[in-house]
Every structure is written in structure tokens, then in C-alpha cells.
């Protein structure tokens, strides 16, 4: 079903703004990562609207693709020959990689290293120009862990350091709601020692951002979220909103950004449900993320704010318990490399009109 051979050599194309190309990492190889990629990119309309280099492995792919039965036609060329291509989908394969015969569906070493490549490999290529967005498909936390690199509890760390982003933030969107993280990959009992004044104001000031320039919102409205029950209560449940939430937003209030709160957290996201709000800023992960999956789990996405590269990502994990069992519902990633489809055609018209304007 798939079709493989070394695609011809040609010169290097400039970027189509009307079908930017999008870079896609394949995952954990034992995780659902092949699937959902195959199941997005056999849509048909989806194609029509971009093109996708995906960085992985050819022979999981097409065998995936036979496996669920789905058309997925693809050029495969190897990672290190890695250039711009005018054809519609690529499969930069990484065959010096060696999965198992019989793959164990979990975490290990072997499935670390290879996930961690294929990040590595596409993030290269944003920061190079040859691909115009990246979607990354789910990792194993501990995976990378058991690989050695434990630098990085997941993908958006790993893009902070090789893009030399000096402030990051995760965006949740969904067609509901759109949460931004305050503190990220933290264990809870952890969060009270990291609690900074900058750590809630720059996702903040990252959010009200994106909002302007990637969702068309000229004059945004952000919530912030408390830490404690009832956002404190007046520093009668915990004094952090005194401390470093509210300081936090006057600094954002004074570089004019229209922000409110703190909010009980109980309370402020329904009030964004309802319109009041485009964006609510959460100040741990679970605060934020469950009522984005509760309210949104099939077309949640994970937008990484604060980078130099157009990164986007299902808003869900590798699903070991699903994977090779055609059970993987593909809704979220093709959100995510929709999603990664207009910014990068928002990215490209802004500075075809900024190239325009210095003549």
C-alpha cells in the first residue's frame, strides 16, 4: 500500500503559503503514534491543504497502514538527505533504527531513543526552514527517561532548550475552551517551591500574544486562575495569590494586557465556557487539563507558546494499552495538524505583507 524508493533529487522550493508543509514526528514506535498519523493523513481533504514530511519509520507506517486498511500512499527518502519537497507526503525514514520483531507495548530504552530522534530531527528542520510547522505525535515520558535523557520530562522542555526559547508555555486549545500552564511538568508538591511572580506573568503576556497574532483577537480577555481553594480566600486558605498571583497581573495590567482574576479555579473556567473569557491561565497541570479533556478530549491540542517554530501536538499520551489494536482515535491529531496548517499560513502571510511594507 505504501510506496517506497529514494524521491529524485531537486532544488529546494520556497514555501507555497496556500500548503505550507508540516513536519510530523512519529512518537513512541510502541505507542499509538503510526496509527493516528496514518488514520489524519488518509484524509483526503487534509492533503489538499498542506504538505507533511513525516519523521519515523517507513516500514511501521505502511505496515500500520495495511494493518487498519487504510490508503497511505507516501515517497520515502532518508532522514539525512532531509530537504524541501513539493510532493505531497514524505516519510523520512530512520532505518537505522532497529524496533523488535515482536514489539513489547510499553516503555524501553530502544523506543526513547527513536521518539527523541524524530523530535530532534524535526525541530532541526523548523529551525532550518524546510518544514514550516512541526506536530509532534505522543512520547513515553519514561521512555526518554529509561534512554538517559532525563534533561527533558517532555516535549515542550526539549524545544525550549534546542530552540533557545527563553520563556515557553503550554497552550491548551479546544473549539471550547483555551487554557495556557502557568508551571508545566511539576510535581504538585513542588509547585508551592517554584512559584514565581514571572512564572504566572509570562505565560500571561505568551497567551495574550498568541492571542492577537495567531487567533485574530485584537483585544483578548485572560483569566487567572487562583492556586489555593477559592483562590485563597483573602489569605485565608494560603497566601500565594497575595504574593505572586496578583503581582503578576498588575505587571501584565501595565503592559496592557486585559487580564483579571485571581479566580477560585472552581468556578473561572466555566465562566470562560461562557464567553467572558478567550483565555484562562491555570497554574498547574491538572488544573488546567482536566476541564480541557473533560469538555474537549477528542480535538484537544497542545500549542507550544514562546518558540521561534510553529509547534502544535494531540492533547493526549502514547496509549500503549490501545496500540497496534485499530482502537486510537486520530480526531486530536487531526486538530493538531490543522491547527499547525493555519498558523503556518497566518506565519507566512505576515511576512510576505512585512516584505511587502519595507519596499
Known amino acids: ?8 533529487r531537486r532544488e529546494p522550493a520556497k514555501m507555497n503559503h496556500e500548503r505550507p508543509t508540516i513536519g510530523i514526528t512519529m512518537g513512541d514506535p510502541a505507542g499509538i503514534g503510526a496509527e493516528i498519523i496514518v488514520k489524519a493523513l488518509a484524509d483526503t481533504d487534509l492533503l489538499q491543504r498542506g504538505r507533511f514530511v513525516v519523521f519515523g519509520l517507513s516500514e511501521q507506517l505502511a505496515y500500520t497502514a495495511d494493518l487498519i486498511e487504510r490508503e497511505f500512499r507516501f515517497h520515502r527518502d532518508h532522514h539525512e538527505e532531509i530537504r524541501r519537497y513539493e510532493l505531497p507526503l514524505v516519510v523520512l525514514d ?3 533504527i532497529t524496533m523488535p520483531a515482536a514489539m513489547e507495548r510499553g516503555p524501553s ?4 531513543q527513536a521518539s527523541m530522534a524524530f523530535c530532534e530531527g524535526a525541530i532541526e528542520a523548523a529551525k532550518n526552514g524546510l518544514v514550516d510547522a512541526i506536530v509532534t505525535a505522543p512520547i513515553s515520558k519514561t521512555s526518554w527517561h529509561q534512554a538517559g535523557y532525563r534533561k527533558y520530562p517532555g516535549h515542550t522542555e526539549l524545544l525550549a532548550d534546542k530552540c533557545k526559547a527563553r520563556h515557553v508555555a ?3 486549545v479546544t473549539p471550547q475552551l483555551r487554557v495556557a500552564l502557568a508551571t508545566i511538568h511539576v510535581p504538585l508538591m513542588e509547585v508551592r517551591n517554584r512559584f514565581t511572580i514571572g512564572c504566572v506573568f509570562n505565560p500571561i503576556e505568551l497567551a495574550d500574544t498568541a492571542l492577537r497574532e495567531w487567533f485574530g483577537l485584537p483585544r483578548p480577555r485572560i483569566a487567572v486562575a487562583g492556586l489555593n481553594p477559592h483562590a485563597g480566600e483573602g489569605g485565608a486558605f494560603g497566601e500565594e495569590e497575595g504574593r505572586v498571583i496578583t503581582p503578576a497581573i498588575t505587571m501584565a495590567k501595565e503592559a496592557g ?5 485571581p479566580f477560585p479555579a472552581d468556578t473561572i473556567f466555566l465562566k470562560a465556557l461562557e464567553g467572558r473569557y478567550d483565555c484562562v491561565v491555570a497554574m498547574y497541570h491538572d488544573q488546567g487539563l482536566i476541564p480541557v479533556k473533560l469538555l474537549g478530549w477528542k480535538q484537544a491540542v497542545n500549542l507550544t507558546l514562546g518558540l521561534p517554530i510553529i509547534r502544535t501536538s494531540p492533547a493526549h499520551g502514547v496509549a ?3 496500540a497496534g489494536k485499530n482502537r486510537a482515535e486520530a480526531d486530536s491529531m487531526v486538530a493538531a495538524i490543522e491547527l499547525a496548517i493555519d498558523l503556518a499560513v497566518k506565519a507566512a502571510a505576515k511576512r510576505k ?4 511594507g519595507g519596499k
Open 1 to 8: 500500500m505504501a510506496r517506497r524508493g529514494s524521491v529524485p
Open 94 to 96: 530512520y532505518d537505522e
Open 109 to 112: 530504552r530502544i523506543g526513547g
Open 170 to 172: 503550554m497552550m491548551f
Open 257 to 261: 494586557i486585559r487580564v483579571a482574576g
Open 320 to 322: 500503549f494499552d490501545i
Open 353 to 356: 505583507a512585512a516584505r511587502a
